[in-house]
């Protein structure tokens, strides 16, 4: 972490949420209602004026501003997803152990929202010294990835292999692939047998989160193993499940593992697949792929530990809308940087406030007083303007493969128009009696 870990540290703090969408969602729901309790306390505070004159002046005031910060939360949320936010993650002491993930996605995938070179600078940057791509339903574009890092034109760490995630009754991520072929309208045992004919392995995917099929069925279609952990579908599930899918795989010699399932959403990995591998960094490129599809094909689960980075309680997913509540245990996961950033920031702030320049820029800001929230709202908006722009110039390039680039980018940016110019009526309307 540095020192805007004071600043960024919550965002990440709920990117690491069991269900971080949500609980952004209900920590808006909270913020929208103590808006609501604050707008009717300030207008009440004029008590000469009659009840239901006051009771409007309050309901005004606070549907004004419920907008902006709606446009504050979806900025909020757009931060979190595509900015690299300065994260702390994992770093590996070990010679003889390797950090793993099985399981990630492309602009290749038809939900996938990072690029290639730029998935492999995320792995990196979280400690990984391989992983596997593993786009929905092909795997040529990662082959060509993979044959261009063989041939010396992209940096050798952290390695590629190239794997694809088939759907099938139950989504199974096809691993160690090695020339193309499809798997469209294929049964669940012939895309299993295609990937061991390919000398790779068929793992199936987040099984606890919908429960396709028995654990025996995918048994019986030549599963070479289950993922126990995955970030993406959250790593909170029942321990019946869990205890049935170890149980299993015991019994019957398949590997576990744990999957970010990684399609570019945020900075942050915590989930890993430590691997035993002697002498890994010493082997060429062929030894190393090697050596990890041989732990994965000859089921080896005595070389494989599943890693998972955990800095709070696990509440009841029902209990979800106190999730605000629950996260205050965000501040007992502080270390010690991060506790020079929060008290830095602390410090800084206040003296900054007390500047010739800020005073006046607070001046500007509340001269009218809606100014705050509409420069507020346009900020936030300019923001999700921009990244709609950004995914909608992506478009064109991956057309034949992505679906959310062209309906997320023209939702951000018109969402961002429509909310940004209301931000700027805001900022410039003249002062309501009430205020």
């Known amino acids: 972490m540095n020192l805007f870990s004071g600043l960024f540290g919550p965002l990440l703090f709920y990117l690491r949420a069991d269900q971080p969408l949500v609980e952004m969602l209900v920590l808006m729901t909270w913020a929208i209602f103590a808006l609501f309790v604050i707008s009717f306390w300030k207008v009440f505070q004029n008590q000469s004026a009659p009840f239901l004159q ?36 994992i770093i590996n002491h070990h010679d003889d152990t390797i950090l793993l993930n099985t399981h990630s996605h492309t602009y290749y995938s038809h939900d996938g929202l990072i690029s290639q070179k730029n998935l492999m600078r995320w792995h ?38 190239c794997g694809e995630e ?28 295609s990937a061991h004919a390919n000398g790779g392995v068929g793992i199936i995917a987040h099984w606890f989160a919908d429960e396709h099929r028995t654990i025996q069925y995918y048994i019986d279609c030549g599963a070479d193993g289950f993922e126990i952990a995955n970030q993406a579908e959250g790593l909170s599930y029942s321990r019946r499940i869990f205890r049935e899918i170890v149980e299993k795989c015991r019994e019957n010699g398949l590997i576990m593992v744990g999957a970010c399932d990684y399609h570019g959403y945020g900075s942050a990995a915590f989930t890993w697949n430590a691997l035993q591998i002697p002498g890994w960094q010493n082997q060429a490129d062929g030894q190393k792929r090697s050596s990890v599809m041989n732990i994965f094909r000859r089921h080896e689960e005595n070389k494989i530990k599943v890693l998972v980075y955990r800095d709070r309680y696990v509440f009841p997913r029902k209990l979800v809308f106190l999730s605000p509540i629950f996260n205050l245990g965000y501040f007992r996961t502080l270390g010690i940087w991060q506790i020079i950033s929060w008290a830095f920031w602390m410090l800084f702030l206040p ?42 110039s992506r478009v064109h390039m991956f057309k034949d493969y992505n679906n959310i680039l062209k309906e997320y980018g023209t939702q951000f940016f018109w969402i961002g128009i429509v909310f940004g110019i209301y931000s700027l009526i805001i900022a410039s309307r003249k002062k309501h009696p009430s205020e």
């Open 54 to 89: 006051t009771f409007w002046a309050g309901l005004k005031n606070w549907l004004v501003r419920l907008p902006i910060i709606i446009i504050t939360f979806v900025a909020l949320i757009l931060v979190i997803i595509f900015l690299p936010l300065p994260s702390n993650t």
């Open 124 to 161: 990196k940057r979280n400690g990984f010294d391989a992983f596997f791509i593993t786009d929905h339903n092909n795997h040529l574009k990662t082959l060509e990835f993979v044959q261009a890092q063989k041939a010396g034109k992209i940096p050798e760490s952290p390695l590629v292999f």
């Open 166 to 193: 088939y759907s099938g009754s139950n989504h199974i991520t096809l691993l160690g692939l090695q020339r193309d072929f499809k798997t469209k309208d294929m049964a669940d045992s012939t895309a299993i047998d």
């Open 351 to 392: 003296l900054f406030a007390a500047t010739g320049f800020a005073k006046k820029v607070g001046s500007w800001l509340t001269s009218p007083p809606q100014r705050l929230w509409g420069v507020l709202g346009f900020v936030a908006s300019s923001f999700a303007v921009f990244m709609g722009a950004v995914l909608l």
